[in-house]
């Protein structure tokens, strides 16, 4: 059984510091996000994502409230409030042979907290390009 990168990701998520996302990512990985039609491939697209999600949504009320965890895949359901909105999401998390994650999906519901988060994560997208 493959090493799990679920410590290491909570850490990195209690930190809030994305330096540690590239020693979890391999280089192949696939982001699917919740608001950008077309998968986004690679280490460099990936880490980008997750750093802007991480900006936006990572806020001290910010938690995961279940978790289902596989020998290669977790499912991590979170809540956090912005802005008066609340932010039910899952992330769906996939990682290969050597423990790092490969494939990684963000699902959020409802409509209004996709219309919040994805005008928070374009400003943020844009001002770090």
Same mark, same amino acid.
């Given at each position: 059984?493959?090493?799990?990168?679920? #410590?290491?990701?909570?850490?990195? %998520?209690?930190?809030? !510091?994305p330096?540690?996302? !590239?020693? %979890?990512? &391999?280089?192949?990985?696939?982001?699917?996000?919740?608001?950008v039609? *077309?998968?986004?491939?690679?280490?460099?697209? *990936?880490? +980008?994502?997750? &750093?802007?999600?991480?900006?936006?949504?990572?806020? #001290? =009320?910010?938690?995961?409230?279940?978790?289902?965890?596989?020998?290669? =895949?977790?499912?991590?359901?979170? *809540?956090?409030?912005? =802005?008066?909105?609340?932010?039910?999401?899952? !992330?769906?998390?996939?990682?290969?042979?050597?423990?790092l994650?490969? !494939?990684?999906?963000?699902?959020?519901? #409802?409509?209004? &907290?996709? =219309?919040?988060?994805?005008?928070? +994560?374009? &400003?943020?997208?844009?001002?770090?390009?």
């Amino acid at each position: 059984m493959p090493p799990s990168p679920l #410590p290491a990701w909570h850490r990195v %998520l209690e930190s809030r !510091d994305p330096s540690g996302l !590239d020693a %979890l990512l &391999a280089e192949d990985v696939v982001f699917h996000s919740p608001v950008v039609h *077309t998968p986004q491939a690679g280490r460099i697209l *990936t880490r +980008m994502y997750l &750093a802007a999600a991480m900006h936006v949504l990572v806020r #001290p =009320d910010f938690r995961y409230v279940r978790e289902i965890v596989g020998e290669r =895949d977790a499912v991590l359901e979170f *809540t956090v409030e912005i =802005d008066g909105v609340v932010v039910n999401g899952v !992330d769906l998390i996939h990682w290969d042979d050597e423990g790092l994650i490969d !494939d990684f999906k963000v699902m959020l519901r #409802p409509l209004q &907290a996709i =219309d919040k988060v994805q005008q928070m +994560m374009a &400003a943020v997208l844009r001002n770090s390009a």
